[in-house]
T-cell receptor, first 115, second 113 residues
Framework: AQSVTQLDSHVSVSEGTPVLLRCNYS??????LFWYVQHPNKGLQLLLK??????LVKGINGFEAEFKKSETSFHLTKPSAHMSDAAEYFC?????????????FGKGTTLSVSS | NAGVTQTPKFQVLKTGQSMTLQCAQD?????MSWYRQDPGMGLRLIHY???????DQGEVPNGYNVSRSTTEDFPLRLLSAAPSQTSVYFC????????????FGEGSWLTVV
């Protein structure tokens, strides 16, 4: 069975400082992993995805994530936070249904950015 | 290029009422699904479909029905609304297979009083 754990429910950073959002996963086979972002009262936007190609994945808005099989982790990072990055972030693993398509969401990490 | 369109965006229901959340996509995706989002729970899968005429249950299907008569549409029906169904609902679509990007609608905010 697959699962995903976001290790922090809330992360606070200052503008211009690095961002680290932590995610561990459990999967019985090689997973596809995603990070989605949700701004207040909005839908979900794909930041990046890992599908067994390069282990370092670059996404939109300067975010990137590294797939580490030995640590079963897929942490999201950004070198320098911007006020517009304040949002909720979801780490996601795919493949729970017969089509191998459905997503299992982590419980989310709220990122706050202060000036 | 509309993507995934959900209606209505906001709805207030009384306990016991029925309603249908509409979802349509214009990307010719075989896979469509419904999720509900509750505080601190992430998104949880309600029902999904891998093509017209084929549906199946997800993690939290009780109290919801779906049908898929066309590739484009995947409505979610609440037959007798309960306060526990107060939530934000998201429809999503994609090509079938792990690793394909899933596209989400903007969400439907449902309150059951």
């Amino acid at each position: 069975a697959q699962s995903v754990t976001q290790l922090d429910s809330h992360v606070s950073v200052s503008e211009g400082t690095p961002v680290l959002l932590r995610c561990n996963y459990s999967s019985s086979y090689s997973p596809s992993l995603f990070w989605y972002v949700q701004h207040p009262n909005k839908g979900l936007q794909l930041l990046l995805k890992y599908t067994s190609a390069a282990t370092l994945v670059k996404g939109i808005n300067g975010f990137e994530a590294e797939f580490k099989k030995s640590e079963t982790s897929f942490h999201l990072t950004k070198p320098s936070a911007h006020m517009s990055d304040a949002a909720e972030y979801f780490c996601v693993v795919s493949g729970m249904d017969q089509a191998g398509t459905a997503l299992i969401f982590g419980k989310g990490t709220t990122l706050s950015v202060s000036s | 290029n509309a993507g995934v369109t959900q209606t209505p965006k906001f709805q207030v229901l009384k306990t016991g009422q029925s309603m249908t959340l509409q979802c349509a996509q214009d990307m010719n995706h075989e896979y469509m699904s419904w999720y509900r989002q509750d505080p601190g729970m992430g998104l949880r899968l309600i029902h999904y479909s891998v093509g017209a005429g084929i549906t199946d249950q997800g993690e939290v299907p009780n109290g919801y029905n779906v049908s898929r008569s066309t590739t484009e549409d995947f409505p979610l029906r609440l037959l007798s609304a309960a306060p526990s169904q107060t939530s934000v609902y998201f429809c999503a679509s994609s090509l079938i297979g792990s690793g394909n990007t899933i596209y989400f609608g903007e969400g439907s905010w449902l309150t059951v009083v």
